[in-house]
């Protein structure tokens, strides 16, 4: 697990559950029993791998067995398998006390991360098809400081829940006595994506027509080159995968997709197979942006991402009319209006020497609460920061852009991203670059709180 360490990993064995004396009794639990199925695939991807890293070698190998040696060998590796699965279920145990999550690990090198309770940022419930079918699921944390989200997979459904809204009520504040009465919190759905809404999105998208013709097109033009079977099958495959991905994958994964309002953030609830339950911690959001392909255009739709910090990049809606996104996006961003089209101040005509035909997509605008930028042509795409996001603010000036007299604006997030003002007059961008660092300045003394319930 890759949860925040707290003093040494390696604890004193507890096996009794209880804690040190003078502290509150910190009962472990297991996972639920059919994680060791998820676990024991490991010795058998560690032969396959070797069979696909040598595979004229595993060949002549296996044709010199015999069945009985196969069938043993077979008996034998999964009967270690089962072996693995069982022994890294045995000596994986969490729990919670008053003030964090500990998670113990491993069979010879024993493991416990101490994850604060008040560094939890939060948990998304996962549930993947085999999940669902077994009745568990699988909570992720997100954990202010790390890059990766620690995980506890499988729980039971309800345990899952249960143990979710528990921490959650910690986290926020709430005694550990009252925090199981707490409960999850309450919701209010705000937009549900339709199927149709959907599959027309993708039908409009040139990424799913550019792959579809890429696997149609490059295959046969390969196999009048080379006629060689494998470098077509070798192209073919990525190509197809990719084709699949790009269309059937992202409507899987986008299928029933319903973004709620409650206290401990947006929850975002997706997916036709894999059904995933995750939350957008308020205050965090870094960065808001508005995704415009050009076919999407006549019908007014966009998609919404999100920069959120410490955390991977998230989709708030894969589409929506903009009316609907915007509404959302005023939820994230309480008292934000989205800046009209109209509004966005282009660069100086001068900069298309800097940027010949692509300088007319790019735009500014500055309001009380966000810094606006636009960029592209084809594919448009608004990022909006809030001014109490802004961590830096720097300003650039190539020699060619010195020559024409622009210069380019960046805002640094606390995501480790950057939005970028490109080709503003130099005089502009220097007013900017002063009056901007002195709006993140003030932005920052009446932001709301980074945690959620309060």
């Known amino acids: ?53 040598d595979p004229d070698r595993a060949q002549r190998q296996l044709t010199r067995l015999t069945t009985t040696t196969l069938l043993t060998g077979a008996a034998v590796l999964l009967c270690a398998a089962a072996l693995y699965g069982f022994l890294s279920w045995w000596f994986t145990r969490f729990a919670v006390t008053d003030t964090e999550l500990r998670i113990r690990t491993g069979l010879v090198f024993r493991r416990t991360a101490h994850i604060r309770l008040e560094r939890i940022q939060a948990i998304d419930v996962t549930r993947p098809l085999l999940a669902r079918i077994a009745g568990v699921a699988k909570l992720r944390l997100d954990v202010i400081g790390t890059d990766e989200k620690d995980e506890l997979a499988f729980l039971g459904e309800e345990e899952a829940r249960a143990l979710r809204a528990e921490l959650l009520a910690r986290a926020a504040g709430f005694a550990p006595e009252s925090a199981h009465e707490v409960g999850e919190a309450p919701a209010r759905e705000l937009v549900r994506v339709p199927a149709r809404m959907i599959v027309v999105s993708l039908l409009l998208s040139g990424a799913t027509w550019g792959s ?4 149609a097109v490059v295959p046969p033009l390969l196999w009048s080159v080379t006629h060689n079977p494998w470098t077509v099958l070798g192209t073919a495959v990525p190509l197809l995968g990719g084709a699949v991905t790009s269309s059937a994958g992202r409507f899987v994964a986008s299928y029933d997709w319903t973004v709620s309002e409650s206290p ?52 708030l809606l894969p589409v929506a009319p903009r009316e609907v996104a915007e509404s959302v996006v005023a939820r994230v961003l309480p008292g934000t209006a989205v800046p009209p089209q109209t509004s966005l101040a282009r660069p100086p005509r001068r900069a298309r020497w800097c940027l010949p035909v692509w300088w007319r997509g790019h735009g500014i605008a500055v309001t009380g609460t966000v810094f606006a930028t636009r960029h592209g042509l084809l594919c448009r795409r608004l990022a909006l920061v809030p001014h109490a996001k802004v961590q830096s603010v720097r300003l650039t000036q190539g020699p060619w852009e010195r020559a024409r007299g622009v210069a380019d604006v960046h805002v640094d997030t606390g995501a480790n991203r950057t939005v970028t003002a490109r080709l503003r007059d ?29």
Do not use: Y
């Open 1 to 53: 697990m890759g949860g925040e360490a707290v003093g040494n990993e390696a604890v004193a064995d507890e096996k009794d559950g209880r804690a040190v004396r003078g502290e509150r009794p910190v009962i472990e639990r297991r996972l639920h029993p059919v994680t060791p199925f998820r676990r024991a695939w490991a010795p058998l991807a560690v032969l396959a791998g070797w069979a696909v890293h």
């Open 212 to 215: 579809l013709l890429a696997a």
């Open 264 to 315: 401990d953030g947006l929850r975002i609830d997706r997916g036709l197979l894999d059904r995933s339950h995750e939350t957008v911690p308020p205050g965090r959001v870094q960065t808001v942006r508005f995704v415009e392909p050009l076919l999407w255009r006549r019908r007014d739709w966009v998609r919404v991402e999100l920069d959120v910090a410490g955390s991977s990049d998230s989709v």
């Open 426 to 454: 130099a005089e502009e961008a220097a007013r900017l670059l002063r009056a901007q660092a002195e709006r993140s300045r003030t932005g920052r003394r009446t932001a709301r709180p980074d945690r959620w319930m309060t």
